[in-house]
Structure formats: structure tokens, C-alpha cells
């Protein structure tokens, strides 16, 4: 029979808002070893800071990079074996706490119904700390305060489970272009060339050119160019940037060829655009 863990009291009136704790905290107790176990009532959410952590989940086990966060919702058999010294968090959410996050109406709740390993957790590292920091505290503002940070981090991890799924039900070329949009979004102001993203991307440049312009009707290139000059229309509208900071962030170096280039790809200057879409912050 495999054990529904009684650690936070979930048979009865759960303690808290909810619960927080540093992997180190239980798992040193237990030799770093946590036997496959369920909770009933509690989604928990893990980061999972140092690598070479083991997971398995139903039955299913999964070696962790740095900054992983692991989604359990209640029910779901999960153990862990970490190496010593691991840093991380758990954070135990009591389901009827947080319906708006973990019900099955909300936007995340049917994401978050199924457990998922997140890669890439690091963003969440600030949040997870600041509910650690805030459980103690006294108020009326508290548990208002650790909901927001709770919502927070599911949200953040159920747009990411979201996201990877996708991506993995993708057809292939579909598949490479959400990879190569996402290179773009991290190097748009690196100004790489086309060749460097065809080799992040393990293919030739004449494939990638192949693929965009068959998914797009652009070549890589002006694809390229597109991402840039949409980036800048959205800082000059939502920011008060100057019109010569907006073109340094997307590596322009000078600002005259900057306008020059917006001009010709816009049909206007920089300025002139601000100013159309927003009059009060031309």
C-alpha cells in the first residue's frame, strides 16, 4: 500500500494558509531519501535550485537540472532523491485554499491537474523565498500577501508545463519555429546573424530559411527584421524611453541609422509613430 504522508496535518484542519519549507529542512532528516509517497488535498510545488536531483512520479523517474520546479498535484505517488546539500523549497498549497489557481473552472487548474517537471525554474527562486520570509509574519495583510505569492508561482509553472506540452505535441516544424522565436526573444538585440541561429538550431542556414519562409512567407532574414521593428514599436508606445535608448536596446549603435531603418521598415520615423500612438508621451 503506499503511504498518504500525514506531514502537514492533511487529515484533519490543515495548519496553516499554507506551508513552506527548504528541501533541507525534511530531507536531511531522512538521508536525503524521500520514499514515494502521496499527499490527499495538497498540491505541492518544488524548486529545486542544485542539480543532480532524482524525481519519480508515478512510478516514472526523472534526473533534475539546476532550478527544476516539480508540479504534484494531491493523489500523484512522488519521491525524491537529492544529493546532500541540496537547496531548494517546497511550497504545500491546501486545494480548497486556492480555487482561483487549482480548481478545475480556473485557467491553471486543468494544467496543473497533471504533474510536470519545469526545466527552467530559475525566475522563481525571488517568490518562493519571499513566502518563506512571509509565513512568519503577523497581520491581517498576511495570508492575503502569501496567497498573491502562491498564485504567483503556480501560475508561472502551470504557463511553463503549458508551454513545454505544446511544444512536444508540435509537429516538427512547427517545433523548430517556437525554438527559433525563443532565440530570437533572448538575442533579439545581439543582432546575430542568420547562419549563428541555424547552428543553435542544428540545421543549415538554407533549411532554416526554407522553414520560416514556408511557415511565415518571409525568408529568416526579414523575419528577423519583423521581431526587431515589432519590439520597437512596443517600446516606443508602452515606454518613455528616449527614441535613441529604444534603438541602443536593439543594437543599434547609432541613432540616426536607427530612424533611418525604423523609417523604412515602418513607413515612418520613430518619432512620428510615438507620437500616432500615443500622443501624450510624444
Not at 517546497?90 to 485557467?107: H, M, W, Y
Not at 496543473?112 to 519545469?118: D, K, S
Not at 509553472?157 to 519555429?177: D, V
Not at 521593428?229 to 547609432?254: C, H, I, K, M, W
Request: glycine letters at 10%; a positive charge.
Amino acid at each position: 500500500m503506499i503511504p498518504a504522508f500525514d506531514l502537514f496535518g492533511e487529515t484533519g484542519r490543515f495548519p496553516d494558509i499554507l506551508h513552506v519549507e527548504r528541501i533541507i529542512d525534511r530531507a536531511a532528516l531522512h538521508d536525503w531519501v524521500i520514499s514515494p509517497h502521496r499527499h490527499g488535498f495538497l498540491h505541492q510545488f518544488f524548486l529545486i535550485e542544485t542539480p543532480g536531483a532524482r524525481v519519480t512520479i508515478d512510478g516514472r523517474e526523472t534526473e533534475l537540472g539546476g532550478d527544476a520546479a516539480v508540479s504534484i498535484p494531491p493523489w500523484i505517488v512522488h519521491g525524491f532523491r537529492f544529493r546532500q546539500g541540496t537547496r531548494g523549497y517546497v511550497l504545500t498549497l491546501p486545494v480548497d485554499n486556492l480555487p482561483a489557481l487549482l480548481g478545475a473552472d480556473s485557467a491553471c487548474g486543468p494544467v496543473l491537474a497533471t504533474p510536470g517537471v519545469l526545466a527552467e525554474g530559475a525566475a522563481l527562486r525571488g517568490a518562493f523565498a519571499a513566502v518563506r520570509e512571509e509565513l512568519p509574519r503577523q497581520g491581517r495583510t498576511r495570508d492575503t500577501a502569501l496567497l498573491a505569492l502562491a498564485t504567483w508561482i503556480g501560475a508561472r509553472i502551470a504557463r511553463g508545463l503549458e508551454e513545454t506540452r505544446q511544444e512536444a505535441t508540435a509537429a516538427r516544424p512547427e517545433r523548430h519555429m517556437m525554438r527559433f522565436d525563443a532565440l530570437l526573444r533572448r538575442d533579439l538585440a545581439k543582432r546575430r546573424a542568420i547562419s549563428d541561429y541555424a547552428e543553435d538550431l542544428g540545421m543549415s542556414t538554407t533549411h532554416l530559411n526554407r522553414l520560416v519562409r514556408r511557415t511565415t512567407g518571409l525568408s529568416a532574414a526579414a523575419y528577423v527584421e519583423s521581431r526587431l521593428f515589432q519590439e520597437a514599436r512596443r517600446q516606443l508606445a508602452y515606454t518613455r524611453l528616449p527614441v535613441s535608448e529604444v534603438g541602443y536596446q536593439l543594437g543599434f549603435g547609432d541613432p540616426a541609422y536607427f530612424s533611418r531603418a525604423f523609417r523604412r521598415h515602418c513607413g515612418e520615423s520613430p518619432g512620428d509613430y510615438r507620437r500616432r500612438v500615443d500622443p501624450a508621451n510624444g
